[in-house]
């Protein structure tokens, strides 16, 4: 987990790039964010409250696999199976299945390995 510094300071310095594009807008309001007893306000024009919405909807956590096609959980694994209802979801959770429902195990191979030298010749 980033330290609430980290947070703070990345904060600040998307407001002022954003900032640095329209100098003369004026505040629309202000944030205050504290974390562990460290706080920061922060001016917000409209474009710095324009930005800031569009870049926390536009984030896409890695870990989420999207939604089930089956129940509309958000549990999606990276095999396309669903953590709630337990059922793969979309096309490549189908084909995984159906992938895994044809697998057959192979022959165990001779102690030796496949390639042992026979000295019977």
Excluded: K, W
């Amino acid at each position: 987990m980033p330290a609430p510094d980290d947070v703070l300071a990345a904060l600040r310095d998307f407001v002022a790039r954003v900032n640095a594009l329209d100098p003369g807008a004026p505040p629309q309001g202000e944030l205050v964010i504290g974390l562990r007893g460290a706080e920061s306000r922060l001016a917000l024009s409209a474009p710095v409250a324009r930005a800031l919405v569009e870049a926390l909807r536009a984030y896409h956590d890695p870990r989420d696999g999207g939604r089930c096609d089956h129940c509309g959980g958000g549990r999606l694994d990276d095999n396309f199976l669903c953590g709630d209802c337990g059922r793969p979801s979309g096309l490549f959770g189908q084909l995984i299945s159906e992938r895994a429902a044809r697998h057959t195990e192979q022959a165990a191979v001779p102690a030796g390995g496949r390639h042992a030298r026979d000295d019977g010749r």
